[in-house]
């Protein structure tokens, strides 16, 4: 499990931008939230957690400076979290398709 | 290896780098199963949220978006301070690491506090599910599966923190003993119990508050060192975990639907 030797960490100033960055998404998200956009309400929303999540992984979490290993197994599971979402939802959105489990 | 952590390596790690990795892919391993368990939430949310549109809407305008929002703020500047924490226990600067612990444990309870605030105003409003729930509307019963998902998915996320409060309320006592007693360079499983308490935390609480308090008592007898960093890191993971799952939860609970109506 031997790192690949370089063990850099964030500055102080990555954390604070990183902080900023944060609550200008969190504002950004609350202002959206109140715009009529159609469809595309619910892809914002979750874009916007998509790319603070990444945030707080990659920097706050050090994700983007352990080592491979690490970063494989967190892929990996969240490769599975898209399988267990996109599976079981696509199972009920198309339930109504078929008369015999409509309902 | 001319490193003066060599008496913290664990005799099966070839050295201190090894060690630290091998304890934070532990503690991802670990977090991703915390990630699959909330998954799990978030997965049956989004089904009823599709079966019942409207009925989700409706209820997500009983929330308040201003404390949501708030408390949004809260739990992102405790993570600040979380890193910021284990910044300076990588500097060695021990004092400043007491500070930022102290200020996430703080900025948590304001959370927590916030939390309760929102909670008591559901109960008085009627709308717990299962407690005389009262919704105007002929939309109720869908209403009170919003209700019951909220609650389940806010209160598990509370209860993490909590957990988490516990953790940093060690380390802040343990390593404000160490100043008080200065560097003592002696050797401790300290993160193997480390691992032991995050796992069975999550699960068994009681059992945890038990083990923490025998762990406080090894920190006060200088068992563990402030040299060695790894369980600031382990707990840092945790907590940014926690403020992740909110990440998603605000805008999934608060904020979809709030242009309709």
């Known amino acids: 499990v ?67 290993l690490t970063a494989i197994v967190v892929v990996a599971a969240f490769g599975w979290l898209a399988i267990l979402i996109v599976i079981t939802v696509s199972d009920y959105l198309t339930r109504a398709w078929l008369p015999i489990y409509a309902r | 290896l001319a490193d003066t952590t060599t008496a913290y390596v664990a005799h099966h790690f070839d050295d201190a780098a090894q060690q630290r990795d091998a304890a934070s892919l532990g503690m991802w391993v670990f977090l991703v199963t915390e990630v699959m368990f909330f998954g799990g939430l978030f997965t049956a949310y989004v089904v009823y949220r599709a079966a019942f549109p409207d009925a989700f809407a409706h209820a997500s305008h009983h929330l308040n978006i201003l404390l949501g929002t708030i408390n949004t703020g809260v739990l992102i500047g405790s993570s600040l301070t979380m890193a910021l924490a284990v910044h300076a226990s990588q500097l060695g600067k021990r004092s400043t690491l007491v500070t930022f612990l102290l200020l996430t444990m703080t900025l948590g309870g304001v959370f927590l506090g916030i939390k309760a605030v929102e909670y008591a105003d559901k109960f008085h409003h009627h709308l717990v599910p299962g407690l005389h729930f009262a919704f105007a509307g002929s939309d109720a019963h869908q209403a009170q599966i919003f209700f019951s998902l909220y609650f389940a998915m806010t209160g598990l996320h509370a209860l993490h923190m909590v957990i988490g409060l516990g953790f940093l309320a060690v380390k802040a006592y343990e390593y404000s003993g160490e100043i008080a007693h200065g560097f003592t360079p002696s050797a401790g499983p300290f993160w193997s119990f480390y691992y032991g308490l995050t796992g069975l935390h999550a699960l068994h609480m009681v059992i ?36 992740i799952v909110w990440i998603f939860l605000f805008p999934l609970l608060y904020l979809l639907g709030r242009h309709t109506l």
């Open chain 1, 2 to 68: 031997s790192g690949d030797g370089s063990h850099r960490h964030p500055t102080l100033a990555a954390y604070f931008g990183v902080f900023a960055t944060l609550m200008a998404l969190t504002a950004l998200t609350v202002w959206a939230a109140f715009q009529h956009l159609g469809i595309w309400n619910t892809p914002v929303a979750l874009t916007i957690a998509v790319t603070k999540a990444l945030l707080v992984a990659l920097i706050f979490m050090h994700l983007r400076y352990s080592p491979r």
């Open chain 2, 208 to 243: 945890g508050i038990g083990l923490l308090s025998w762990l406080i008592a090894r920190a006060r007898r200088g068992d563990f060192t402030a040299r060695y960093n790894t369980p600031v890191e382990m707990v840092g993971l945790y907590w940014h975990f926690v403020d």
